[in-house]
């Protein structure tokens, strides 16, 4: 969904822009595009790997373009931004390509590695640290509220049995296929993945707080782009956007994926777009 997250932040020329989930930098080039010749993106990302890829592809456009690292939460104090200095902000909550696909990074259960998930893997516990630091109660806690598991009270208690012999992703994947039964084409252990790689990186904490810092930044006027791809995640985007000042919803309804898009890229099925606009 480049083209309409692009375009639905109205890029002009002599702007200023942040893609506060960088990446490897496609939204960036897009927006730099869009702001020729003179408008600036700066772009934060707090992969080490992502920012020397991005930085590289992107070394073009010149000091158009900057890139700050750290995670998007706090995007303002780490790109030193002043209230009411952004033309537009742009944050895109998928994982990316470079984290899924990379089994060193344990995203995964395809791709078997350490039971890891950090979006910076020099920071902060991992993924079976936490397993084995939480209570039972945590645990069903994350699997209710970001994996929406059924089974998360039976699955909590049994991972927590099993988080002293669990170091990678294959070990977690089979704790979870033994304990809750298939359900259509997805891997049980789907869910799963998705609420611990949310825990670890604090990623709900973090929109709440991209949502203040957004508001603080922007210029009225100035529109904040959100992709999400789970389902709490859009409706705290929403909740924003119909709770009045300093935001009004541009977008009604969440803007989805083209069936192109989806057929060339099943990533972008569970995407949704929200744009909000500074009042």
Not at 223 to 236: I, M
């Amino acid at each position: 969904m480049l083209r309409e997250t692009v375009a639905s932040l109205n890029p002009k020329p002599g702007g200023l822009y942040v893609d506060a989930t960088l990446g490897l930098g496609g939204h960036t080039a897009a927006l730099l595009a869009a702001t020729a010749p003179d408008g600036r993106v700066i772009a934060v990302d707090r992969d080490a790997e992502a920012r020397a890829l991005a930085r590289e592809r992107l070394s073009g456009f010149g000091d158009r373009f900057t890139v700050v690292e750290g995670n998007f939460d706090r995007f303002d104090e780490r790109a030193a931004l002043a209230p009411a200095s952004v033309d537009g902000v742009l944050v895109d909550l998928g994982v990316s390509s470079l984290q899924l696909d990379r089994a060193e990074r344990g995203f995964s259960f395809r791709r078997p590695g350490p039971l890891d998930m950090r979006m910076d893997p020099s920071q902060g516990p991992t993924a079976a640290d936490l397993l084995r630091a939480a209570s039972v109660d945590e645990v069903e806690e994350w699997l209710r509220r970001a994996g929406e598991e059924r089974f998360a009270g039976k699955l909590a208690r049994r991972l927590k049995e099993a988080a002293p012999a669990m170091t990678t992703t294959a070990d977690l994947a089979e704790v979870v296929a033994r304990c809750v039964p298939r359900r259509g084409k997805s891997h049980p252990a789907t869910r799963v993945f998705l609420a611990l790689r949310m825990a670890v990186n604090r990623e709900m904490e973090s929109l709440d707080e991209l949502l203040n810092r957004a508001a603080r930044v922007l210029k009225p006027g100035g529109r904040l782009a959100v992709l999400t791809f789970h389902s709490e995640e859009d409706r705290r985007v929403k909740a924003a956007g119909r709770g009045g000042p300093p935001w009004r919803a541009v977008t009604k309804k969440p803007v989805a994926a083209s069936g192109e898009e989806r057929a060339a890229n099943p990533r972008s099925r569970s995407a949704k777009l929200r744009v909000l606009e500074k009042i």
